[in-house]
């Protein structure tokens, strides 16, 4: 194993932050790239990369790995630092209120003029020559802030990975998963082996996060230049995925033991770590479409007594959660929320007093309904 400090520019006077990555196996063959806590407040991926580490330096040591994997156990080292009354506040930024998961440059945007005259009519090469347009636009950009500087080391780290896994979690939540449709086939086997128990599919979700910036680079660089009439042959050569590792709370070492364990036999699956393949288990859900989850919401501010749990699954028109304004008069002190969908209520919040439209939970409905962007803030 190797340990890499890179520095953030860009911070304030008489500080400077810096991101910690874990290299195993050796360059040129194929990569693996999983990082932790990109939403800083969300730990329990830091304790799944924590144990996977140890199992890697195993596998190392033992001469079973057959390509590169990385690791990035705290990917946000600047929400780390956010603190405010005693609460953690890592999935903005502070300064910009921008989501540490937002707003990572359009890659395809950025290397299209150079592909146009780079690419030829071998798939393998125009990999090859993709990763490096991308790696020279990286080493080119001069962020201006810290945030930047974060953004920009984080895919430095990622751009020429086969496979990238951001591992987050939600408030109160089942196992789950997101990923474009293009990185379904090789995610599948991702969602079996975690026991997904719901399966989010998207073709560009808005807002510019992490993982499919890398995915999309792919799919979207030959939309483009195919709509300029070059038929340059493209593969998908990154598949990405937002892992989200149950709850906020789930920072258990059985869980995260068990986590990893998975992900050691996603890594023999895909060919970076020797040994068996693994049995695949029945995927214990079918994917759906993200346009098709609904965000239940309250109209009203109050009290909140959820009537359902994290992976039961529920009926349109079934209540969810009731919330109660104690000095309302009795006709109206409990007000039912309802599911508009047939689904799965993969994840709820935790706060239990609710603002007038404040966000409850989350249903994977099997029908798409929405458009814009699919992403929460």
Same mark, same amino acid.
């Given at each position: 194993?190797?340990?890499?400090?890179?520095?953030?520019?860009?911070?304030?006077?008489?500080?400077?932050?810096?991101?910690?990555?874990?290299?195993?196996?050796?360059?040129? #063959?194929?990569?693996?790239?999983?990082?932790?806590?990109?939403? !800083?407040?969300?730990?329990?991926?830091?304790?799944?990369?924590?144990?996977?580490?140890?199992?890697?330096?195993?596998?190392?040591?033992?001469?079973?790995?057959?390509?590169?994997?990385?690791?990035?156990?705290?990917?946000?080292?600047?929400?780390?630092?956010?603190?405010?009354?005693?609460?953690?506040?890592?999935?903005?930024?502070?300064? &910009?209120?921008?989501?540490?998961?937002?707003?990572?440059?359009?890659? +395809?945007?950025?290397?299209?003029?150079?592909?146009?005259? %780079?690419?030829?009519?071998?798939?393998?090469?125009?990999?090859?020559?993709?990763?490096?347009?991308?790696?020279?636009?990286?080493?080119?950009?001069? @962020?201006?802030?810290?945030?930047?500087?974060?953004?920009? &080391?984080?895919?430095?780290?990622?751009?020429?990975?086969?496979?990238?896994?951001?591992?987050?979690?939600?408030?109160? %939540?089942?196992?789950?998963?997101?990923?474009?449709?293009?990185?379904?086939? #090789?995610?599948?086997?991702?969602?079996?082996?975690?026991?997904?128990?719901?399966?989010?599919?998207?073709?560009?979700?808005?807002?510019?996060?992490?993982?499919?910036?890398?995915?999309?680079?792919?799919? *979207?660089?030959?939309?483009?230049?195919?709509?300029?009439?070059?038929?340059?042959?493209?593969? *998908?050569?990154?598949?990405?995925?937002?892992?989200?590792?149950?709850?906020?709370?789930?920072?258990?070492?059985?869980? %995260?033991?068990?986590?990893?364990?998975?992900?050691?036999?996603?890594?023999?699956?895909?060919?970076?770590?020797?040994?068996?393949?693994?049995?695949? @288990?029945?995927?214990?859900?079918?994917?759906?479409?993200?346009?098709?989850?609904?965000?239940?919401?309250?109209?009203? !501010?109050?009290?909140? !007594?959820?009537? +359902?749990?994290?992976? *039961?699954?529920? #009926?349109?028109?079934?209540?969810?959660?009731?919330?109660?304004?104690? &000095?309302?008069?009795? +006709?109206?002190?409990?007000?039912?929320?309802?599911?508009?969908?047939?689904?799965?209520?993969?994840?709820?919040?935790?706060?239990?007093?609710?603002? +007038?439209?404040?966000?409850?939970?989350?249903?994977?409905?099997?029908?798409?309904?929405?458009?814009?962007?699919?992403?929460?803030?």
């Amino acid at each position: 194993m190797e340990r890499r400090e890179h520095l953030l520019t860009g911070g304030s006077i008489g500080q400077q932050r810096q991101l910690v990555s874990l290299h195993f196996g050796a360059p040129g #063959a194929r990569k693996v790239y999983l990082q932790a806590s990109l939403h !800083a407040e969300e730990l329990p991926g830091m304790l799944v990369l924590h144990h996977l580490r140890e199992l890697l330096r195993t596998a190392e040591s033992s001469g079973h790995l057959q390509g590169e994997v990385v690791l990035v156990p705290v990917a946000n080292p600047i929400g780390l630092s956010q603190r405010v009354n005693h609460k953690p506040t890592g999935r903005f930024e502070l300064d &910009t209120a921008q989501n540490f998961n937002r707003h990572y440059p359009d890659l +395809a945007d950025a290397i299209l003029e150079q592909a146009r005259s %780079a690419l030829g009519p071998n798939p393998a090469e125009n990999t090859r020559a993709v990763r490096a347009l991308v790696g020279r636009w990286l080493d080119a950009w001069a @962020p201006a802030t810290e945030l930047d500087a974060q953004r920009r &080391t984080l895919l430095r780290l990622a751009h020429d990975a086969d496979v990238v896994i951001d591992l987050h979690c939600d408030c109160e %939540a089942v196992m789950h998963l997101y990923t474009e449709e293009p990185c379904w086939p #090789a995610m599948e086997p991702l969602a079996r082996l975690l026991g997904c128990q719901a399966v989010l599919l998207a073709q560009d979700s808005g807002g510019g996060p992490f993982d499919e910036r890398l995915s999309g680079l792919w799919w *979207q660089l030959a939309q483009r230049l195919q709509a300029e009439g070059l038929h340059h042959p493209l593969v *998908q050569a990154c598949a990405s995925t937002t892992v989200e590792l149950r709850g906020e709370g789930d920072v258990d070492h059985a869980l %995260a033991r068990r986590d990893a364990a998975a992900l050691m036999d996603y890594l023999v699956h895909v060919g970076v770590l020797g040994g068996p393949t693994p049995s695949l @288990p029945d995927l214990p859900c079918a994917p759906t479409p993200l346009a098709g989850s609904q965000t239940l919401r309250s109209p009203l !501010a109050g009290l909140v !007594a959820f009537l +359902a749990e994290p992976g *039961q699954k529920v #009926a349109a028109g079934e209540a969810v959660a009731e919330v109660i304004d104690p &000095t309302a008069a009795d +006709a109206s002190r409990v007000h039912r929320v309802c599911s508009s969908v047939d689904g799965v209520l993969y994840a709820r919040v935790r706060d239990r007093y609710v603002h +007038a439209g404040g966000e409850l939970g989350k249903i994977a409905g099997a029908i798409p309904f929405r458009t814009g962007d699919l992403l929460g803030a």
